[in-house]
Each structure stands twice: as structure tokens, then as C-alpha cells.
């Protein structure tokens, strides 16, 4: 064996120590302190989540969270059969889910839903979410200051947008809401959160069931005929119905985390007051720049081994992307702290990235623009009507955001 070799052996081999990883309650919208230790350490570190057996890898640039993410040598189907280390206390994963399939099922899957979700189809209700949206301002500002934005319109807004989307009737939409915060809450415990999820799940399997021959183009309507045209089994698609409704209730966090830096930061808001023409990219950038989650999402596991910067991952072991670190890569965006709101470009992972990048992700920024547009020109002088610090944020959840947004205009 020559010198090289036993030098780029070693080298291969170095193996970075285990950090334990909180992921504590955060005030507002500050990084993650841990994370930034991580980053800071190296490219490729390990980790410990409060919950699940053992560590992970975890990769924070940009080019080696896009690796990971597109290659299919790290699997999110081999995660089921793992108690992987991680930040949620209940974790049950299904196999029919499409978060934990892998190409080409993942691809079928995701294919049923694809008109719904194209620039086309989020255009087919931008009209009737703008509708809903006037509606939510004009109650808004009949009442009066002082008021609750999230629960007066960054609540309400996206679970009707989502449940139109869907195909939800009105009815049924606060139902949805309740499941969706069980859900995601970490503080309630393994089965209260998989209960709300199953019984999601039975609600979504009956309304799939009643549009089997539906013309619609909601997306109870395309699962539906996709079940019965046998494309896709009632299984796979109750899996799908129950992740994009929860997504879709995702906006109400990072909207409320998009207008608290704006009220916290007034000549960030003053700017897209005066310049209407930078709103979309500003909203790029506030969408890279705000802290989504806590810690990091869904794991995956290296099916053979794999070399990243220097560092060997062995087939087995699991490995995390952080997307809110790859969205702060120095390498990518210069000043990566400062909201820049002409940054371009910007190729930020907000919505993740490869197979399992965001479905909703055309929606999300639909609405996202519709409220910066109703609120910034139809509320004069729209600001927080408590001091920064007083604003209370969620706890206890893995979706960041404010409990509350108390404004005055």
C-alpha cells in the first residue's frame, strides 16, 4: 500500500464527533445557535435529536444538500424500517406515503396530482383565494384596531386556500385545521397525533371515495379517479391527500414569521410599499432567509457508501440535510445574514430540492404574494402593536411561526 493511499485513507476515515442537537424553543425568527456551531464545524457533522436511537450525518451546503437530496443512493424508503434519531416524539411512517418512497413510485405517485399543482393549476383559484383574501381585510378592518393578524388572516387564509386546492367543502375546513395542529405539534405525544392523522386519513379516504368519477380538477377529485382508474392505490393517495394538507397550512408559519420581520424591520416593509415591482424577489428572500422549521425534517439512509467532502458515509447510515444552513451557504449568497430584497439570483432550497421538492411550492408563493400585496397596500401604517419581545411564538412544534401577531394600524 503506498503512502498516498494510507494518507487518503486516513483522511476518508475521519470521523467528526457526535454534537447533541436540542433544538430548544427559539425566540422569533434567530438561528438556530446549534446549527450555526454545525456549520461552522464543517461540512459534514453528526448529530443526536432528542428522540429516535443512535446519530446522523448531517450535510449544511448548498452543493452537498443538493447531492443528497438527488442521488439516488440515499433512500427515503429505507428510513421506515429505522428508529432514526430525530426531532419528532411520534413517528410512524407508511410505506404507501409519498414522503417515504423513492423514484419510480415517488414519481407515479407525485404524477396524479401534478395539474393541481402546476403554475397553471394554482392559477385556476388565484382569483377565488384573492376573493377569500379582500374578505378576511375588509372583516380586518371593519373591527378595527387593535387585532390578531394570524388569527384574523394568516390562518384563515391558507386553510381555505388549501382546502379549495383540495376540494374540501367549507364545512368541513376548521376539522382540517384542528387535525393539521395536532399533527404537528410535538407537545402532545405519540397518540394524540397519530390519531388526529388516522382520522384525517379515514375523513380523506371517504371524500376520495364520493369523487371516483369526478371531473373535477381539485385534488380530492384527481386521487379519486387516479384510485379508479387503479394508478395508484386508495392507500398511496389518502398518504398524499393528508401531506399536502398539511403542507399547505405551512404558509400560515412562515407568513406570520415573513410579517413579523417586516413589522419588526419597518424600512423593509417601507421598501416594497414604494417598489411594487421587487415584491416577488423580496419574497424570495424572505423565504430564504426565515427559519421554517426547527432542527431538520425527514431523514434518509445511504444505500452503498458514499464520499462527501472527504468524509466517508457507510451504507446504513442515516443522513440529514439542513436546508435552512444551504439557504445561509457563503459560497451561494454573499452576506448570507443580510435580507437582501433585490438579491439575484437566488436559488434558495425554501421548498427543498430533487424528487422531493415541495409540490405546493407555486402555491405557497401565490399566497405568499397576495398577502404582501393586500396587507402592505390596503392597511396604512400597519404595525405591531406590542414590542418585538412580546410577541409570543409557537412551542413545542416543529413548524416555526407566531402563535399570534399583535398589530395596530
Not at 454545525?38 to 450535510?59: C, H, I, K, Y
Not at 375546513?173 to 382520522?199: C, D, F, P
Request: charged share 25%; hydrophobic share 40%.
Amino acid at each position: 500500500m503506498t503512502e498516498e493511499t494510507l494518507v487518503e485513507e486516513a483522511r476518508t476515515e475521519t470521523v467528526p464527533p457526535v454534537r447533541p442537537w436540542p433544538a430548544l424553543d427559539l425566540p422569533g425568527v434567530a438561528f438556530d445557535p446549534v446549527l450555526s456551531e454545525l456549520m461552522e464545524q464543517g461540512p459534514v457533522t453528526r448529530v443526536e435529536l432528542p428522540n429516535g436511537e443512535g446519530w446522523a450525518w448531517l450535510v449544511t451546503r448548498m452543493d452537498d444538500v443538493r447531492t443528497v437530496t438527488n442521488d439516488p443512493r440515499f433512500s427515503r424508503e429505507a428510513v421506515v424500517d429505522r428508529e432514526v434519531t430525530r426531532l419528532a416524539p411520534h413517528f410512524v411512517p407508511s410505506r404507501a406515503a409519498v414522503g417515504f418512497l423513492d423514484p419510480p413510485d415517488h414519481t407515479r405517485l407525485r404524477r396524479a396530482v401534478a395539474p393541481a399543482l402546476t403554475a397553471d393549476g394554482v392559477e385556476r383559484v388565484r382569483d377565488s383565494a384573492r376573493r377569500m383574501l379582500d374578505e378576511l381585510v375588509d372583516d380586518l378592518l371593519a373591527n378595527g384596531p387593535p387585532a390578531d393578524l394570524t388569527a384574523e388572516v394568516l390562518s384563515p387564509f391558507p386553510i381555505a386556500v388549501i382546502c379549495e386546492l383540495m376540494g374540501v367543502p367549507v364545512a368541513d375546513r376548521q376539522g382540517m385545521h384542528a387535525w393539521t395542529r395536532l399533527i404537528l405539534s410535538s407537545s402532545h405525544g405519540a397518540s394524540v397525533g397519530e390519531q388526529a392523522k388516522e382520522e384525517m386519513g379515514t375523513y380523506f379516504a371517504e371524500l376520495l371515495d364520493a369523487r371516483a368519477d369526478s371531473a373535477g380538477e381539485d385534488i380530492a377529485s384527481l386521487l379519486g379517479t387516479a384510485v379508479a382508474r387503479r394508478e395508484i392505490s386508495l392507500k398511496e393517495a389518502v398518504g398524499l391527500a393528508v401531506l399536502l394538507q398539511i403542507g399547505g397550512e405551512a404558509v400560515t408559519g412562515n407568513s406570520g414569521q415573513m410579517f413579523y420581520l417586516l413589522l419588526t424591520r419597518p424600512e423593509l416593509a417601507d421598501r416594497l410599499r414604494a417598489d411594487r415591482e421587487i415584491r416577488p424577489r423580496a419574497i424570495d428572500e424572505l423565504l430564504r432567509h426565515i427559519p421554517h422549521r426547527n432542527a431538520v425534517g425527514l431523514s434518509r439512509i445511504a444505500l452503498e457508501d458514499v464520499e462527501i467532502k472527504g468524509v466517508r458515509i457507510r451504507a446504513g447510515d442515516a443522513v440529514y440535510v439542513s436546508y435552512l444552513a444551504a439557504n445561509r451557504d457563503p459560497d451561494v449568497f454573499p452576506d448570507p445574514g443580510t435580507i437582501d430584497l433585490t438579491r439575484s439570483p437566488n436559488p434558495h432550497v425554501a421548498f427543498g430540492f430533487g424528487p422531493h421538492y415541495c409540490p405546493g411550492s407555486q402555491l405557497a408563493r401565490m399566497e405568499s404574494e397576495l398577502l404582501v400585496d393586500a396587507l402592505l397596500d390596503r392597511v396604512p401604517n400597519l404595525r405591531l402593536a406590542v414590542p418585538p419581545e412580546q410577541v409570543p411564538f409557537r412551542k413545542g412544534t416543529l413548524i416555526r411561526g407566531p402563535e399570534a401577531l399583535p398589530v395596530a394600524w
